[in-house]
């Protein structure tokens, strides 16, 4: 079993930033991908970045350029820098983690005012 918990979200004017975190804990042997979900109101769950544990990154086309995605392996983290905010990020922010199963954070609310 492993856990996911996230932190660092919350609200930010348009043009903003936040940094979200994400620490697995549990038996962990290797996560071989960890990333970032969003679901906003009434749409549904999309891929915002993903890295694994080899260092490859992979955006969707709405977030390149604006976020970052980072891990530090050996605190089996994963990090999401999100710059130039725009009130369309706004959605629950969710941690997701690939071993041989796959894991889900309960998710972190990301307000975005315009």
């Known amino acids: 079993q492993i856990h996911l918990e996230e932190s660092g979200g919350g609200l930010v004017q348009t043009g903003g930033s936040l940094a979200l975190s994400c620490v697995a804990s549990?038996?962990?042997?290797?996560?071989?991908?960890m990333a970032w979900y969003r679901q906003a109101p009434g749409k549904q769950r999309e891929l915002v970045a993903s890295a694994t544990d080899t260092g490859d990154a992979n955006y969707a086309d709405s977030v390149k350029g604006r976020f970052t995605i980072s891990r530090d392996n050996a605190k089996n983290t994963v990090y999401l820098q999100m710059n130039s905010l725009k009130p369309d990020d706004t959605a629950v922010y969710y941690c997701n983690a690939e071993d041989l199963n796959i894991w889900w954070g309960k998710g972190i609310l990301v307000t975005v005012s315009s």
């Open positions: 549990g038996k962990i042997f290797r996560l071989w991908t």
